[in-house]
């Protein structure tokens, strides 16, 4: 895949004894009341970029994002940094600034093998205007920190759907590379798009649905996937397109979701022969409140999830899989009663040898919840990033980093 070609990677860079600023997404769940951090496993991710360049003794620089203005997650990193001290080993410094003279005397001050956390990068206005990389440049945010710093290193997948300062601005006025989390981002996607690796299924479930049939349509464009198998809010509107009654509840969900509107876009793939796959049974919630597993063609209950019969025949699909992609859920997981299906593809799509990436989200606390992380399996740290990528589209950050490559270093990459 074009997109995934010429980013230059850490070991294309002279990072001994350097002054490095590193892009992280601390971006993690917050409790609304107490301001607390729920999960710190995004913190955690970057652990690796982190130590190796401590290791190398350089002074290491980190900036991230937390929530947006005006939500309850939108707080200051004071936290994040004592986490981050946690996982790393060492005390991480932190400081209640982002560009100011507070920050940048605290990046001067800063020891070797030492690492500093600025403050939220969206405390700064910049840095929620999407921008072109060369207009990102003339920003205040790199005009004042880019003169500090020797080499620029972007660690941040799930933000590099966003061109703004810190992802794009950078690499356009410093040498940059992609860090270790993001490396691993990218080598186990050019997996899922290198003819080579193939059979290939993509399991797609979940509720985001513009997004899901614009996938859909990419993959069947390129002739990527040898099998779609769509669970969820995908399969309601991909069995309402060939005509199957789901019944007025079931159609309903749909219509509040913006499903009835993508029906002639999916008719169109179902048409043109798009290798799509659609559940045979579903477990229901019926009206007394009861459960039901209900086959296609007699549905009464609300579908919840995928149905037994549903999951094995998904699972001798996946037997015969080199690469598995998995993104959405299967059902209302929220719900334990409607976790089974999602659950089974998981464990099904583990045990078919093939080699697993699984987006983030449910699914990816889920394949942790079942151990699965230390399996043939990449559990992307991305949501939007994701999803631009699958359905085709190049993402700003990825761009940014192979133009950064092409002007300081001749076009090192992957």
């Given at each position: 895949?074009?997109?995934?070609?010429?980013?230059?990677?850490?070991?294309?860079?002279?990072?001994?004894?350097?002054?490095?600023?590193?892009?992280?997404?601390?971006?993690?769940?917050?409790?609304?009341?107490?301001?607390?951090?729920?999960?710190?496993?995004?913190?955690?991710?970057?652990?690796?970029?982190?130590?190796?360049?401590?290791?190398?003794?350089?002074?290491?620089?980190?900036?991230?994002?937390?929530?947006?203005?005006?939500?309850?997650?939108?707080?200051?990193?004071?936290?994040?940094?004592?986490?981050?001290?946690?996982?790393?080993?060492?005390?991480?410094?932190?400081?209640?600034?982002?560009?100011?003279?507070?920050?940048?005397?605290?990046?001067?001050?800063?020891?070797?093998?030492?690492?500093?956390?600025?403050?939220?990068?969206?405390?700064?206005?910049?840095?929620?205007?999407?921008?072109?990389?060369?207009?990102?440049?003339?920003?205040?945010?790199?005009?004042?920190?880019?003169?500090?710093?020797?080499?620029?290193?972007?660690?941040?997948?799930?933000?590099?759907?966003?061109?703004?300062?810190?992802?794009?601005?950078?690499?356009?006025?410093?040498?940059?590379?992609?860090?270790?989390?993001?490396?691993?981002?990218?080598?186990?996607?050019?997996?899922?798009?290198?003819?080579?690796?193939?059979?290939?299924?993509?399991?797609?479930?979940?509720?985001?649905?513009?997004?899901?049939?614009?996938?859909?349509?990419?993959?069947?464009?390129?002739?990527?996937?040898?099998?779609?198998?769509?669970?969820?809010?995908?399969?309601?509107?991909?069995?309402?397109?060939?005509?199957?009654?789901?019944?007025?509840?079931?159609?309903?969900?749909?219509?509040?979701?913006?499903?009835?509107?993508?029906?002639?876009?999916?008719?169109?793939?179902?048409?043109?022969?798009?290798?799509?796959?659609?559940?045979?049974?579903?477990?229901?919630?019926?009206?007394?409140?009861?459960?039901?597993?209900?086959?296609?063609?007699?549905?009464?209950?609300?579908?919840?999830?995928?149905?037994?019969?549903?999951?094995?025949?998904?699972?001798?699909?996946?037997?015969?899989?080199?690469?598995?992609?998995?993104?959405?859920?299967?059902?209302?997981?929220?719900?334990?009663?409607?976790?089974?299906?999602?659950?089974?593809?998981?464990?099904?799509?583990?045990?078919?040898?093939?080699?697993?990436?699984?987006?983030g989200g449910h699914l990816g606390i889920m394949a942790d919840e079942l151990g699965l992380s230390g399996k043939a399996a990449h559990i992307s740290t991305g949501g939007g990033a994701l999803l631009i990528l699958l359905s085709g589209e190049p993402l700003p950050a990825l761009e940014a980093l192979k133009l950064s490559g092409k002007m300081f270093l001749y076009g090192g990459g992957l």
């Amino acid at each position: 895949m074009d997109e995934l070609q010429g980013i230059p990677l850490m070991d294309d860079l002279p990072l001994k004894n350097s002054r490095v600023l590193v892009r992280v997404d601390f971006n993690v769940p917050i409790d609304p009341v107490s301001k607390e951090i729920l999960d710190d496993s995004r913190i955690k991710a970057h652990v690796p970029t982190i130590r190796e360049l401590v290791d190398k003794g350089c002074k290491v620089v980190l900036m991230s994002h937390q929530g947006r203005p005006g939500l309850d997650d939108f707080v200051e990193l004071k936290s994040h940094a004592e986490r981050l001290s946690h996982h790393l080993g060492m005390h991480v410094k932190w400081v209640d600034d982002v560009m100011g003279p507070a920050a940048r005397d605290a990046i001067k001050n800063l020891g070797i093998g030492e690492v500093l956390l600025l403050d939220n990068v969206r405390f700064s206005s910049e840095e929620s205007i999407e921008a072109p990389p060369e207009k990102h440049a003339q920003s205040y945010l790199v005009r004042r920190l880019a003169p500090l710093f020797d080499y620029y290193i972007n660690d941040a997948f799930a933000t590099a759907h966003r061109s703004h300062a810190s992802i794009v601005g950078f690499p356009y006025v410093l040498p940059s590379a992609a860090g270790r989390l993001l490396e691993k981002e990218i080598k186990a996607l050019k997996k899922a798009f290198d003819p080579q690796e193939s059979p290939k299924i993509f399991v797609l479930g979940g509720g985001k649905l513009h997004d899901t049939v614009r996938i859909i349509e990419y993959l069947s464009k390129k002739k990527i996937a040898e099998r779609i198998l769509t669970t969820g809010l995908v399969a309601e509107l991909f069995l309402a397109s060939k005509g199957v009654d789901l019944g007025p509840r079931n159609l309903e969900v749909l219509e509040k979701t913006g499903g009835l509107s993508l029906i002639p876009r999916a008719k169109r793939l179902l048409l043109q022969g798009a290798p799509i796959e659609t559940p045979i049974d579903f477990v229901t919630l019926r009206d007394n409140g009861e459960l039901g597993e209900e086959y296609v063609g007699n549905i009464r209950g609300l579908i919840r999830d995928i149905g037994p019969m549903t999951s094995k025949i998904y699972a001798e699909l996946m037997k015969e899989a080199r690469i598995i992609v998995m993104r959405g859920p299967a059902g209302v997981v929220e719900d334990e009663r409607f976790r089974k299906g999602t659950l089974r593809l998981l464990e099904d799509a583990i045990n078919s040898n093939a080699f697993v990436i699984i987006g983030g989200g449910h699914l990816g606390i889920m394949a942790d919840e079942l151990g699965l992380s230390g399996k043939a399996a990449h559990i992307s740290t991305g949501g939007g990033a994701l999803l631009i990528l699958l359905s085709g589209e190049p993402l700003p950050a990825l761009e940014a980093l192979k133009l950064s490559g092409k002007m300081f270093l001749y076009g090192g990459g992957l």
